[in-house]
Structure formats: structure tokens, C-alpha cells
């Protein structure tokens, strides 16, 4: 591995540190200090290879070496209580070249394929939190891909109602609108809606379905209780 890659640190103002891949869609961890949260970024380097692999980009990935931060940002609410990042990078500002934003909507996609495969063979009851919580496969799925159709489509011109994600032609036919609404926002600019950009966008989908998938693996009682990452995101 010869080259490194681009990462984007977004600071909480009080307890969360988010370390941003932004040139790869999802791969976006977070932890309690900049140290701590690149090497849970580092740790999660197997998972994602397996996204990478999906979009056919494995050979590009697998010669990225060590991460550079290239910029740091304050954050917003949701740095700090949800771990999540709410801002775009520099370089998440700008216009994709069409290469380049077939190769963010391919990792897209493989993250709906990751988390699909995900929530195809993992126990419908998941472990409880240390406090008897999370939700359960089925809710976990349900709110991913919600929140994708209610929130983050919308801001690329994608509407469609809520009960798509019940139907997978549907939900099928959905994804494949938005892909088209994220090119033609891009075609005209970078930005998608009024706070956000198109990179930011597919960065902050691609994050949320990855998140969740891993969560359901970690959690999955198929084989018996499973240990969570040496090096959780929270």
C-alpha cells in the first residue's frame, strides 16, 4: 500500500471526534478523541474493504497506505451525540466529473448491497446494549431505509412514499431514481438542497446504511453471542 488516503477530522464541542474518509463513501468513524477515532477508522479497514470490493474498486483500495488529515472542522449536535459527521469536507464543496460521481454512486450501491446482504442473514433478534436496548433487525432496516426515502432523497428531488421500503421492487426501483437525482444535482452544481452537497450527501447515506449494517453483524446472535469491534464507533 503506497498511497494515502484523504480524512477529514470533525470536532464536537464537548465529547465526539469524527474521523471523515470522504473519498470513500461511509467509511467514517468516530470516537471520543482524533487519536482514538483514526484508529477505529483503521480498524474498520477489513469491513470496508468488502464495500470497496462491492462498488469493483478493490484494487484502488487495497493500495491506499496510511490516512493524512487534510482538514478539521468544528462540528454540530449531531458530532457530538450521535458520532455522525454534519458537515462536508473541502473537497466535498466542489462539482463531481461524471467518472467521479459514478465511482461515489457505485460505492453507494454497495453499501445498500452490504446492508442488504447484512439484514438477509442475521438473527431477527439482535444482543441488547449493555442496557437492554437497540433495535431489533427488522426496526433497524425499516429505519434505515426510511430515513433514506423521508430524509436524504428528498434533497436531490427523489420523492416517493414511505411504505417503498416495504416492497422490494419498490425499493429497488427507488434507489436506482435516486441514483439518477444525484447525477442531475450534480450535473448543475454541487450542492443538493440548501445546507447540504452532493458528495456530503452520498458520503452521509452510504455512512448511515454502513453503520447500521455493521451494527446488525456485531450483534447478531445466528452463531451465538458476538464480541463488538475491539474498537467500537461509540
Not at 433495535?135 to 433497524?140: H, Q, T
Not at 450542492?191 to 453483524?217: I, N, P, Y
Request: one cysteine or more; hydrophobic letters at 35%; charged letters at 30%.
Amino acid at each position: 500500500m503506497n498511497d494515502s488516503f484523504r480524512v477529514m477530522v470533525e470536532r464536537g464541542k464537548k465529547k465526539r471526534v469524527v474521523a471523515c474518509a470522504f473519498d470513500w463513501s461511509g467509511w467514517d468513524r468516530s470516537a471520543r478523541t482524533e487519536e482514538d477515532a483514526l484508529r477505529v477508522l483503521a480498524a474498520y479497514r477489513p469491513r470496508y474493504a468488502k464495500v470497496a470490493a462491492l462498488a469493483g474498486l478493490s484494487d484502488e483500495f487495497d493500495a491506499t497506505g496510511e490516512p493524512v488529515v487534510v482538514e478539521r472542522q468544528e462540528g454540530n449536535g449531531m458530532t457530538d451525540y450521535y458520532g455522525v459527521s454534519g458537515r462536508s469536507a473541502g473537497a466535498e464543496q466542489e462539482q463531481m466529473s461524471e467518472t467521479a460521481c459514478e465511482r461515489k454512486i457505485a460505492l453507494l450501491r454497495a453499501s445498500w448491497a452490504y446492508f442488504d446482504d447484512v439484514a438477509s442473514r442475521v438473527s431477527d433478534e439482535l444482543r441488547k446494549g449493555p442496557r437492554g436496548g437497540g433495535r431489533e433487525r427488522d426496526e433497524i432496516v425499516r429505519h434505515a431505509n426510511g430515513a433514506e426515502i423521508y430524509e436524504f432523497s428528498p434533497k436531490v428531488g427523489v420523492r416517493v412514499p414511505l411504505d417503498t421500503r416495504q416492497d422490494p421492487e419498490k425499493l429497488h426501483d427507488y434507489r436506482d431514481s435516486f441514483c439518477a437525482g444525484i447525477r442531475d444535482f450534480n450535473a448543475r452544481g454541487p450542492s443538493a438542497g440548501k445546507w447540504w452537497t452532493v458528495q456530503f450527501l452520498v458520503r452521509r447515506c452510504a455512512w448511515h446504511m454502513l453503520d447500521h449494517a455493521w451494527e446488525m453483524e456485531d450483534r447478531d446472535l445466528s452463531n451465538g453471542p458476538r464480541a463488538t469491534s475491539p474498537l467500537p464507533s461509540s
